[in-house]
């Protein structure tokens, strides 16, 4: 949520407030990510769960091959003639990771500590394709279950 103040069109400020789903009762909470479950079971309702996601929900990212553009909301970077490597430790749970500049929508490989992810399940896909007008290119977005803080070596490119 986001908050516009101004008075008398001088001062300006924003206030942004995270909402965390399912912070209330960890009865509520149907994901499969266990280190939530377990926050939430020993500090639901308590300013505890934002401590959580503002200390812990550090990224400490390496990029090898591409250009790191930002760390939030989602890592993102931007190929290399269709290629990328990085180094990810850090993060809570699931962290979207976003690879631009790509010159197509389809025939890219995603690794992850030198194992292929696939997130295609049932004809469903666990990740995003999106195209830039402006650019005219393409990015993909995938959701990483990276949070146990150690070190994850990604490589994306080229089938």
Partial sequence: MRIRVAERGVQQSIL???VLAADHCPDDYYGSNESLRAALQRDQNTWR????EATENRRDVRVQRGTLVRR???VRVRVDRDN???TVA???GFVPVTFTGLSSHAGYRLQVDGQVIDQSLHGNDFWQTDFSVQSRQW???YNLPLGDQLPHAI???RR
């Fill in 155 to 157: 490589q994306f490119g």
């Fill in 90 to 92: 850090g993060g809570l």
């Fill in 139 to 141: 990015s993909h977005t």
């Fill in 49 to 52: 769960m934002i401590h959580r």
């Fill in 84 to 86: 990328a490597a990085l």
């Fill in 72 to 74: 939030f909301p989602d």
């Fill in 16 to 18: 942004a407030s995270p």
